[in-house]
């Protein structure tokens, strides 16, 4: 279990974190769209998660989108570190209804983000869906790991982004598998 903490004068964040988990989470950042699609991550991705958040959603919820990604991205490179040599790879192409995305991620310690995806609305509830894109990419700076993400179709924006996440989740899952060895012509990562 990693245990991450981030106080800023726009957020405070802690985080309890088990990668090898079985999905069970307690979320809680103050953006309900958000506690629903970091839950379905940690469900769907074997993450036991406990994750609180307070804040400046007085101004938007930027920061506290941003600052988690962040904090869920240098947590799942620590756990990642823990575990030894992993599968490394992970791809999953997930159906959210009409929605379907495609994610395919290396956790090689090379932090790289390509997002194709697109949002009809402005926000989903409370969440601003121009922030997918944001977490994402704080997730994968921090995480170190290169990350890509595809909605290939779909008319639903709350589909869409919980295709997304699940797509990460399953790729996620697939890669944190053991594996013997370093998976590194170079030896190393």
């Known amino acids: ?20 988990g079985s999905g069970r989470s307690r ?3 103050g953006i309900g769209f958000f506690d629903h699609m970091l839950t379905a991550l940690a469900a769907h991705g ?3 998660m406990e994750l609180s958040v307070q804040g400046d959603l007085h101004v938007d919820g930027h920061h506290t989108v941003e600052d988690v990604g962040i904090v ?10 823990k575990l030894g040599p992993l599968a490394r790879y992970g791809w999953a192409m997930i159906p959210m209804d009409e929605a ?5 991620l290396d956790v090689c310690n090379r932090p790289f983000l390509v997002f194709e995806a697109g949002f009809a609305n402005p926000a989903v ?11 994402f990419r704080a997730l994968a700076m921090n995480a170190g790991i290169t990350l890509h993400l595809s909605l290939l179709h779909g008319q639903n924006d709350h589909h869409r982004i919980e295709a997304l996440f699940k797509a990460f989740a ?6 944190k598998q053991p594996a013997e060895g370093t998976l590194s012509t170079k030896g190393v990562l």
């Open 46 to 48: 074997g993450l036991d």
């Open 1 to 20: 279990m990693t245990t991450a903490n981030r106080r800023t004068r726009e957020t405070d964040i802690s985080l309890a974190l088990e990668l090898q």
């Open 125 to 135: 509830g409370q969440f601003d869906t121009c922030l997918v894109e944001e977490f």
């Open 72 to 81: 869920l991205g240098k947590a799942l490179g620590e756990e990642a570190a």
């Open 100 to 104: 379907l995305a495609l994610c395919s």
């Open 27 to 29: 979320i809680a950042t």
């Open 170 to 175: 399953h790729a996620l899952k697939q890669a």
